[in-house]
């Protein structure tokens, strides 16, 4: 089992970036794939971008490809989400989630485990 824990957000100008950070418990951190997500008030939680057990594949959303970049340190316990050139539609709460199989997932039931969430404002 795993319980993780986001941080990193808070209120930035459109344009502006934003560094997420996501600690995880547990010895066996290794061997999650781990994702981000994010989610608005009335909508579904939504994939962001997810990373592979050995950081040699990533997958983003479309919305977010070539701005967010995911990486993960596994010696730390520690899931990334660098945030660049942040556009007010990336405004939501921000959470971060593992999966136990090794293979890449966007679906939210794919993954087992969440954080409780932070909050990015992203303002005109």
């Known amino acids: 089992q795993v319980q993780l824990v986001e941080s990193g957000g808070g209120l930035v100008q459109a344009g502006g970036s934003l560094r997420l950070s996501c600690a995880a418990s547990g010895r066996t951190f290794g061997s999650y794939v781990m994702a981000w997500f994010r989610q608005v008030p009335g909508k579904e939680r939504a994939f962001v971008a997810t990373i592979n057990r050995r950081s040699g594949i990533t997958l983003y959303a479309d919305s977010v490809k070539g701005r967010f970049t995911i990486s993960r340190d596994n010696a730390k316990n520690m899931v990334y989400l660098q945030m660049n050139s942040l556009k007010p539609e990336d405004t939501a709460v921000y959470y971060c989630?593992?999966?136990?199989?090794?293979?890449?997932?966007?679906?939210?039931?794919?993954?087992?485990?969440w954080g409780q969430g932070t909050q990015v404002t992203v303002s005109s």
């Open positions: 989630a593992a999966r136990e199989s090794g293979e890449l997932a966007h679906n939210t039931f794919n993954y087992n485990y």
